[in-house]
């Protein structure tokens, strides 16, 4: 009882200080912790299958907290925060991020909405599952978390990470994931329920292409963002995702380049889920397209041609998941996904070569949910890139366990 | 033999009698008050998205003072329970209609799905879990409900979905109309535990001895959670 007024009175004090004035507000909250055990392969990397390399040994510890809070100020304006402590690229839990912090206005049905501020990005179905709760893996897909050769410093270049060891600004470049992991994006959203439970459209104004990890860039650049979902039938969803925007970044080296925002990203996507009874089915498929300056490693600057004429390079990244519920063993389910990730050639560079090398992985999973508050995963992954002998080397095992109020 | 007889009459009629006082058609009634409460910090009922992908019915069976349940459990005596008849609870516009089904422990409870879409029932309550999987619009399914006490419902397909089944071990019970006014007729003397419920609220319990086929007259005040 104690317990739970202390922590009525710090949620009270996050999120109540700002609209202590106005008449009759009221607060919703509920919070999450993951404790987490995890083993990874021997060339196991955070940019490759999420495991630090140098906790790639057994160790268990807790590996994000959360803290999410929903004022409604009236019945149309409400104010949402997810505060999150997580382990930075999986080392240390001592990242303390504000992911999630907005403002929202719905119309009295619910049919319109108005958000300003970071929100999910709606590009796609994964983002929707942001906590762990909602996954039945613990991974991410190929496409928000395997990191490609392409930098949000440098652009493209060849082996980043594992071979090419180059350093801008003090941080070493290992490119980036198609979709920015956390999930979210700064901007402006609307979204409207064209035909409820039918038909519902998203279209936000935010900062920068999807691949961008920070909120802002440098110089501010502009991304846009469309989904629309249609339920086709009950047991079938069918959504069409779009984003576009600029994603380099202002460095030590981009002096060259006079206009940072035409070195673009383009998605295009579509994401399904077909159920019935016990069994489910989901996936998306995502083709992305960038438009980015050459860096030549040897030389330590962008190639010359490139910064007027950018590389036109694309890939292809699917996966579909397949889920089980145990009838017998309620709140049980098995899981299995299968991912992959296919690189084109390079027009204007390389043209007989793929721009990095294709993944596939696959990956299982086992959950049961012990009651409303505690759910446990264990997962395996095992995955096998194209040119690499790493098919052994970056299986991962990880066992969560998550609490939930 | 006239002797017996009549010594035999006289005890039926007393047995009758004796059966008829402890089934006498004792009445109570009231009004239930309702209260706000001041309380404005609560748990949430799941992640906000975006906010218009979540439906939310009108419907009066939602609120919460459509769905406070008072109920009688005798003290005295062991009541005699058959199954509620026409134990429905339906999924419509995103919402378990009613919020709160009372029951009696041994009931079958059908769940519909009036929605365009799956839904899912299940519940993680000890001794009372189930799940119905996805289920299609109009097709309805039964579960049994064996254990007393408040079941929580959930739709893990629609996190804010939540209802409750309310397993209880008397036949004496009544929804509280929205008015706050009460009424349950045809109790037998006895003496018995009254209880106020929703799942939002404090639970009020309280002892009432009732006999002589008399009316009681009893008033609550109850704090109503927005």
């Known amino acids: 009882m104690r317990k739970t007024y202390l922590f009525n009175l710090l949620v009270a004090l996050l999120f109540y200080p700002p609209l202590m004035l106005l008449a009759q507000p009221t607060l919703q909250w509920n919070a999450l912790l993951d404790v987490e055990m995890s083993k990874g392969g021997a060339q196991s990397h955070f940019y490759y299958n999420e495991i630090d390399a140098n906790n790639k040994d057994a160790r268990i510890g807790f590996s994000q907290l959360n803290l999410i809070g929903k004022l409604s100020i009236t019945t149309n304006w409400h104010l949402n925060g997810r505060f999150l402590l997580e ?96 999930g979210y994006s700064t901007g ?45 039938t009950y047991f079938w969803e069918q959504s069409f995702s779009f984003s576009h925007g600029s994603f380099l970044r202002a460095s030590e080296i981009s002096t060259p380049i006079d206009q940072l925002k035409k070195y673009r990203q383009t998605l295009l996507g579509t994401d399904f889920k077909l159920g019935f009874g016990f069994v489910e089915f989901s996936g998306e498929i995502i083709a992305t397209f960038y438009k980015t300056p050459l860096f030549l490693l040897d030389e330590n600057r962008f190639q010359d041609t490139s910064i007027d004429t950018p590389l036109q390079l694309s890939n292809v990244s699917a996966y579909l998941d397949t889920k089980y519920e145990l009838p017998f063993l309620q709140g049980s389910y098995l899981a299995y996904r299968i991912d992959r990730m296919t690189f084109g050639a390079s027009e204007g560079y390389a043209t007989n070569s793929a721009w990095d090398n294709a993944v596939w992985r696959h990956s299982l999973a086992a959950g049961y949910r012990i009651n409303t508050h505690f759910l446990a995963r264990v997962a395996f992954s095992t995955q096998q890139v194209a040119n690499k002998n790493w098919d052994k080397t970056q299986r991962t095992l990880r066992l969560v366990l998550t609490a939930h109020y | 033999m006239r002797k017996i007889l009549a010594i035999a009459s006289m005890l039926s009629l007393l047995a009758f009698t004796a059966y008829h006082q402890q089934i006498a058609s004792n009445q109570i009634k009231g009004v239930v008050q309702f209260y706000d409460c001041p309380k404005t910090i609560k748990k949430g009922t ?71 879409f799956f839904h899912n029932v299940q519940s ?35 996190s804010h979905m939540n209802a409750v089944i309310l397993s209880l071990d008397t036949p004496y019970f009544t929804r509280v109309a929205p008015d706050g006014s009460y009424r ?32 009681t007259t009893l008033d609550y005040d109850f704090l109503v959670k927005p």
């Open chain 1, 87 to 182: 382990r930075d690229k999986g080392q240390q839990l001592d990242k303390l991020v504000v992911p999630q912090l907005n403002l929202q206005w719905l119309a009295s049905k619910r049919t319109i909405g108005f958000t300003i501020g970071s929100f999910i990005n709606p590009f796609g179905s994964f983002n929707e599952q942001q906590l762990s709760i909602d996954r039945n893996f613990i991974g991410l897909p190929l496409a928000y978390s395997y990191y490609v050769n392409i930098s949000d410093k440098i652009g493209f270049a060849e082996n980043l990470g594992d071979i090419a060891n180059i350093s801008i600004d003090e941080e070493r470049q290992w490119g980036g994931t198609n979709l920015y992991y956390g």
């Open chain 2, 46 to 116: 799941g992640y906000n998205k975006d906010g218009t992908e979540v439906m939310h019915a009108d419907d009066p069976m939602a609120t919460t003072r459509q769905n406070v349940i008072l109920s009688l459990h005798p003290l005295s005596f062991t009541p005699t329970l058959t199954p509620t008849a026409d134990a429905y609870i339906t999924q419509k516009e995103q919402t378990f209609l009613p919020h709160v089904l009372p029951i009696t422990v041994g009931s079958k409870v059908h769940f519909l799905n009036e929605d365009e």
């Open chain 2, 184 to 215: 349950i007729d045809n109790l037998p003397d006895g003496d018995y535990r009254l209880e106020i419920f929703h799942p939002n609220c404090s639970k009020i319990t309280d002892k009432v001895s009732l006999k002589d086929g008399q009316l």
């Open chain 1, 188 to 232: 402006a959203l609307f979204s409207w329920t064209i035909k409820p439970s039918k038909i519902n459209w998203k279209l936000a104004l935010v900062t920068g292409a999807a691949n961008l990890q920070k909120r802002f860039t440098n110089p501010l650049h502009l991304g846009i963002i469309s989904r629309l979902k249609i339920q086709a």
């Open chain 2, 124 to 158: 993680f309550t000890s001794k009372a879990r189930f799940s119905i999987g996805r289920r299609a619009p109009g097709i309805a399914y039964s579960q049994k409900i064996k254990k007393t006490g408040a079941i929580s419902l959930m739709c893990d397909i629609h």
